[in-house]
């Protein structure tokens, strides 16, 4: 019990350590995803502007439609060459359709920063470019190119100033959109010193639990060998003085048995009396009784103390079946039960010890008789299968609950005490023939049904070809 006690402690200690760490864990690896996540969104952010600069690209814009304005009035003055008009048109255009790509755009979008003046730019760009085709073509007359680059320079006019707002808004959106980073980022490098300083705090705990743990088991561990060191010592202190005991009572009960046999022999021949003869065969009745007490006690400790040794022989199990049977009769004849023996047709030779084997039988055919109503009858079944014998003790008593068939080999088990106060027994039978079984190499086990009887069986293996 204190045992069964102390585990039931140490498995919910282990139970609520595991779960403060694994909560512990958790929420830790919870809030580092987290802050981790976070930066890599923010560093994501930023090396896409760095990238993608629209500050950049947005100078470079108006750098080139300067050029390209520059580029048309020194081509009207006859200081440019004309082919040096197409190529200038169509960077300045590259740069109205860079800024308005897919991550450019987004970014502005960012920023909130008006597009307008890029989409009013494409779309003067669209409406010059006939006129700049024009212009390059070498069949048109110059007057006509004149007024082609007036046209163009009329229709580009106040642009440069609408791009210098847009790259100030834009500078701006991206300073302060820097300034956000930077202080994310302290945010985020204040987010990660917590991140370590509960990472080590939540370690910490871990060790000192741990610990605590190793602690407490130890001093569970040592109460729990001291407990079994102290029933292991009471068990021997039990065993010992029972052996004990046991010798010093058999020896008188032997000579106390065989005086009661002379004495009621004498009285038969001199007397009559009833009831002298009465009392003279109940303490010739107990004397057994308690002698048997005492054997059982004997074999137990000898089986305990591994004292017992076995004798093997090859025997045929039939004949040692019958002659149990024959043993217990008069047993059964005295509490009104019969036994009807079912053997093997073949012989059922087996390397064992048959005294042995004897002593198991009688125990099973004296038990069911003792638990078998007067009248009823004992089944005893021994037969033979790949190379097994098996013999079956079937009585058709009171039965055994499931609950007491698991303890039924136990030592000083006895099943249902209050039914069998005529014929009680040490509750230590049972559990000699089983060790007697397991030392014979051999198997045991009891199928019962409470209200329907109960059948103990015990198998041997057989010498091979008999």
Request: proline share 2%.
């Amino acid at each position: 019990m204190a045992t069964e006690e102390h585990r039931c402690r140490v498995t919910y200690r282990s139970l609520l350590l595991r779960a403060v760490i694994l909560l512990s864990l958790l929420g830790a690896v919870a809030f580092g995803v987290g802050v981790v996540s976070k930066l890599s969104n923010e560093v994501q952010t930023i090396q896409t502007a760095e990238q993608s600069d629209p500050i950049w690209i947005a100078s470079q814009l108006q750098f080139e439609l300067l050029r390209f304005e520059n580029t048309l009035g020194r081509v009207a003055l006859g200081r440019d060459a004309i082919s040096d008009v197409m190529p200038r048109f169509d960077v300045a255009w590259s740069r109205i359709n860079v800024l308005k790509e897919g991550k450019l755009l987004r970014l502005m979008s960012e920023y909130d920063v008006d597009q307008a003046v890029l989409k009013d730019l494409e779309l003067a760009f669209a409406t010059i470019e006939p006129a700049v085709n024009k212009v390059v073509a070498s069949e048109t007359p110059q007057a006509v190119r004149l007024q082609k680059i007036e046209q163009i320079q009329i229709d580009l006019d106040g642009f440069d100033m609408r791009l210098r707002d847009f790259l100030m808004t834009l500078v701006q959106s991206n300073n302060e959109a820097m300034a956000d980073f930077r202080t994310g980022l302290l945010y985020l490098s204040s987010l990660i010193a917590y991140l370590g300083a509960i990472m080590v705090s939540v370690f910490a705990i871990i060790i000192a639990l741990v610990l605590l743990e190793l602690r407490s088991s130890r001093k569970i561990s040592n109460a729990m060998r001291l407990l079994a060191q102290e029933a292991t010592s009471a068990s021997q202190m039990k065993m010992n003085f029972m052996s004990v005991v046991s010798h010093e009572l058999r020896t008188p009960m032997t000579s106390i048995l065989g005086g009661l046999a002379l004495l009621k022999v004498r009285i038969d021949k001199t007397t009559q009396d009833a009831a002298t003869l009465k009392l003279l065969e109940v303490a010739r009745r107990n004397g057994d009784r308690l002698l048997m007490l005492v054997n059982d006690i004997i074999d137990a400790q000898a089986l305990t103390e591994g004292k017992v040794t076995i004798d093997r022989k090859a025997v045929d199990l039939n004949d040692v079946v019958n002659t149990a049977v024959e043993n217990c009769s008069a047993y059964a004849d005295k509490l009104g039960v019969s036994y009807r023996v079912t053997i093997s047709s073949d012989k059922m030779v087996a390397y064992t010890d048959s005294s042995r084997v004897s002593q198991v039988l009688v125990n099973l055919l004296s038990n069911a008789a003792k638990f078998t109503a007067e009248g009823d009858v004992v089944q005893i079944n021994a037969t033979q299968f790949k190379g097994m014998a098996r013999v079956e003790v079937t009585d058709h008593g009171i039965g055994i609950s499931d609950e007491e068939q698991k303890n039924i080999f136990s030592p000083f088990h006895q099943t249902n005490p209050g039914s069998t106060a005529g014929n009680k027994s040490s509750g230590l039978g049972l559990s000699i023939t089983k060790q007697l079984m397991d030392l014979l190499g051999g198997r045991m086990g009891v199928h019962s049904i409470e209200g329907k009887g109960t059948t103990f069986w015990i198998e041997l293996e057989l010498v091979s070809g008999s």
